[in-house]
């Protein structure tokens, strides 16, 4: 694509992980002039990043341990630890590519 993404014009459909239902990013979602969708979702254990250290280093898993909950990462528990000031954000985006690479759907 090649200038400005107009969303009413260019989006057909936000899909979203469930794991911002009801949340502020589904309620920003819901103003904008296309339709909201849902995927399964994704969401892995620290356990399971724990069976990849060489995927980018296995300095990253105990970030990972840090930012999950309850042992699990998901893509609302990333979002929020990328707040200001709560996590090193280069750490967030690996755990992030952590989660987009070995996350599996929970449904």
């Given amino acids: ?7 009413g014009r260019d989006v057909e459909a936000l899909v979203l992980d ?4 009801g949340t502020e990013v ?3 979602a819901r103003r ?3 339709r909201v969708e849902w995927h399964g979702g994704f969401r892995v254990s620290v356990d399971e990043l724990r069976r990849h250290p060489g995927f980018r280093g296995p ?3 105990e970030p990972a341990a840090r930012i999950a909950v309850d042992g699990l990462l998901d893509p609302r528990i990333v979002q929020e630890a990328a707040a200001p ?9 690996e755990v992030w590519h952590h989660l987009a690479r070995f996350g599996a759907p929970t449904s």
């Fill in 1 to 7: 694509m090649h200038g400005p993404v107009v969303i």
């Fill in 26 to 28: 589904e309620e920003a």
């Fill in 18 to 21: 469930p794991s911002h239902r």
């Fill in 59 to 61: 300095g990253y898993v």
């Fill in 85 to 93: 000031g709560r996590y090193d954000p280069q750490g967030v985006k």
């Fill in 32 to 34: 904008l002039p296309c």
